[in-house]
């Protein structure tokens, strides 16, 4: 309904690719990356190995654009009468097509106006190249050196109807796009914008080690390291506007990323394969070729690899913006984290006016054992004991262009009990950040600065961790929970002194009697 009108008014409709008709669920009409191709003629699924002659009638499994976008979203209409149409196009990097589609514009039209947003995306460097970095090929073939019993060495491959490579599972997309130039032209309105982003090829000098990077064939599937955090992320952001007949640059954003851990951080895994070998040696003493068996059964010897799975995180951030004075205003954001836990631990940001502003984490595994019964210390030692990682200290600074103090804005300062917060202190004075006592423990106990104050207690949790009393600045406020709904509140009372009933919630709301609530 609209603006109170009663009426239904019309549904959205949705139109998609189907000019024919789509295939069976297996079959073998497919590209190497899994894509209708429209080959029905097929007459299995195993594509030619490249570089080989064999004599086999192989599948026909090339890429057919007339094909790829069957069943894909063509319009949508609004129940106002707008529409909004979708153009795809084949996915493509430098030399060939790739499969899969990737949006090449969208056009939203007003039905009232009749006036339209144009959406372009062009895939391509600021050059005109092609920017599509195509990350692993399918591949659909073993080859190895066999030597079976008292014979000499072949040269053999062994044909599989899927890819080698994890195309999906593994590394996401097959393809990245390093850039991608977005146009948005309307009504009075023309922006154009230049993407930059991140794959795993690109990222510098995070890159992981190449030997970790081959060819490997593998059984069942190739141990490759997952690349997934790197594919895909923006690092570079560019606007501008058109005015005058040109366009002219009015902002830009550049990011940069770090790993955590720089690739150190791994498992060793066994595995009865040959993960990590571009070509294998397989000696099996008469028992037969373990390729030609059905399903692969190999006896070698166990080979350990290692399994990386890296968090790529963001570790600073410019920005630049053009006011209507063309005056630029530049801002400027750092973090850094702690390698060992991935916790984040100082943010830096300089503002338009060249204020620095600061803020600092600490955590309840930053606190070393202490023998102390201290009941914060205690609960410092259980939290590192059950591998939990809780905020203790949060201080919040800013230096002001030109000076030499860092001066504390804020700070917030919280203790435990049982892995739930128990008090907050905040930081009310300001004062450098060199005079601040901050907070520490010993074997005598637990340590903050005086200008600390108490802000909250929470006196109790009900069953679901939710509090159900606080004492805030000396008043006491209590609440009865829904499940995790705030069903009501009271101020300067008990949580036993007080319940509520609702016509929704199905808890009894604190009230005491027998039965279940109807």
């Known amino acids: 309904y609209l603006n109170g009108d009663t009426t239904a008014m019309p549904a959205y409709k949705f139109d998609y690719n189907i000019s024919q008709s789509l295939p069976a669920r297996f079959s073998y009409a497919q590209d190497v990356y899994g894509y209708y191709n429209g080959k029905t003629t097929n007459t299995s699924i195993y594509p030619a190995p490249q570089g080989y002659s064999v004599s086999y009638t192989f599948s026909d499994r090339s890429i057919d654009t007339n094909y790829t976008r069957l069943g894909t979203l063509k319009q949508v209409k609004y129940p106002t009468g707008g ?98 130039e977005k146009s948005e032209i309307g009504d009075s309105y023309n922006l154009k914008s230049r993407h930059s982003f991140v794959n795993y090829l690109n990222v510098g000098a995070e890159t992981p080690n190449s030997a970790h990077l081959g060819d490997p064939n593998g059984v069942p599937f190739p141990k490759m390291t997952n690349l997934n955090n790197y594919n895909g992320i923006e690092y570079s952001t560019k606007v501008y506007q058109y005015k ?92 850094e984290y702690d390698h060992t836990n991935g916790n984040l631990k100082k943010t830096i940001t300089v503002n338009s006016k060249g204020d620095t502003l600061r803020t600092y984490y600490k955590y309840s595994c930053d606190y070393p054992w202490t023998s102390s019964t201290n009941p914060v210390n205690v609960e410092l030692v259980y939290l590192a004991e059950q591998n939990i990682i809780l905020p203790v200290e949060i201080i919040s600074t800013i230096q002001k262009a030109g000076s030499a103090t860092e001066t504390v804005r804020q700070g917030q300062l919280y203790t435990y009990t049982n892995g ?82 609702s016509f929704e919630p199905d808890a009894k709301g604190n009230w005491s009697y027998s039965g279940t609530p109807v």
């Open 83 to 180: 529409t909004l149409n979708i153009e795809t196009e084949n996915n493509r990097d430098a030399v060939e097509l790739v499969g899969g589609l990737r949006i090449k514009r969208i056009i939203n039209t007003d039905s009232v106006t009749g006036k339209q947003l144009v959406t372009e995306y062009k895939y391509q460097f600021e050059n005109g190249a092609p920017s599509g970095a195509l990350l692993y090929k399918p591949k659909f073939y073993y080859d190895y050196t066999y030597m079976g019993c008292g014979t000499s060495e072949e040269s053999r491959i062994k044909v599989v109807g899927s890819s080698i490579h994890p195309l999906s599972a593994n590394q996401g997309s097959a393809i990245s796009y390093d850039e991608v």
């Open 244 to 335: 005058n007949g040109q366009y002219y640059k009015i902002n830009e954003t550049q990011k940069d990323y770090k790993t955590l851990n720089q690739f150190q951080k791994y498992i060793w895994n066994v595995q009865a394969a040959w993960g990590g070998f571009t070509h294998a040696f397989i000696y099996d003493a008469c028992n037969g070729n373990p390729y030609n068996w059905d399903p692969m059964f190999p006896r070698p010897l166990i080979n350990p690899y290692k399994f990386f799975s890296e968090t790529l995180v963001e570790n600073s951030t410019t920005s630049e913006t053009k006011d209507d004075n063309n005056n630029t205003l530049t801002q400027f954001a750092r973090k």
């Open 420 to 501: 739930r917060v128990k008090k907050l202190y905040q930081f009310t004075k300001e004062i450098a950040l060199a005079g601040m006592l901050q907070s520490y423990v010993n074997n005598s106990g637990f340590y903050y600065d005086a200008n600390y104050q108490q802000e909250e207690e929470i006196n109790t949790y009900n069953s679901d961790n939710n509090p159900v009393e606080i004492t805030s600045r000396a008043q006491k406020k209590s609440f009865i929970w829904d499940k995790n709904n705030i069903m009501a509140s009271a101020a300067d009372a008990s949580y036993t002194d007080i319940a509520a009933t």
